[in-house]
């Protein structure tokens, strides 16, 4: 008695294509991808794009783990009492307290454009490569530029 072709021949499955019917000649080597070392990922250069997503990343990071802690306790003690006013007054004036300010304006800024930026993709304007690098230039200028602003009112220069 002959023997029954299996379900997986193409010869049972009636007026179904082979797999890969219309090709002719060897397969061409997939490439593969593998995860990234260390040394390479150091030498691995992101799209400026890329690097404004990662900006737009730590910047909320920073801003969610030490700019609303620290500005409520400049809150707290800002409006706990008087002497506690003047060692506010003195951490914000001092280099190291300006300095942090200054991390957190640029934080707040740079979070603040990325995030109009990121609205504006959102409503498939300036998806493609160029517009989109380029507008990726212009939020890393804005955020340098309103820091720089604030930082030459901190420092008294303004």
């Known amino acids: ?24 000649g060897p397969r061409r080597a997939r490439p593969q991808y593998r995860n990234l070392e260390l040394g390479q990922l150091m030498s691995y250069r992101l799209p400026v794009a890329g690097v404004v997503s990662i900006l737009h990343r ?3 990071a920073l801003l969610f783990l030490v700019g609303i802690p620290f500005t409520l306790y400049l809150f707290q003690q800002s409006l706990r009492s008087e002497i506690s006013f003047d060692r506010y007054r003195a951490l914000v004036g001092s280099i190291p307290g300006k ?13 603040l454009v990325a995030g109009i930026r990121y609205l504006i993709l959102d ?17 890393l200028g804005l955020a340098l530029l309103i820091t720089a602003v604030f930082a030459l ?3 008294g220069v303004l």
């Open 123 to 139: 409503l498939h304007i300036g998806i493609e490569k160029a517009p989109s690098a380029l507008t990726a230039r212009i939020v």
């Open 58 to 60: 730590i910047s909320g």
């Open 99 to 111: 300095l942090i300010l200054l991390i957190l304006i640029w934080s707040l800024a740079h979070h």
């Open 1 to 24: 008695m002959p023997e029954a072709p299996s379900p997986s021949t193409p010869s049972s499955r009636e007026g179904a294509a082979a797999p890969f019917a219309g090709r002719s």
């Open 153 to 155: 009112r901190l420092f």
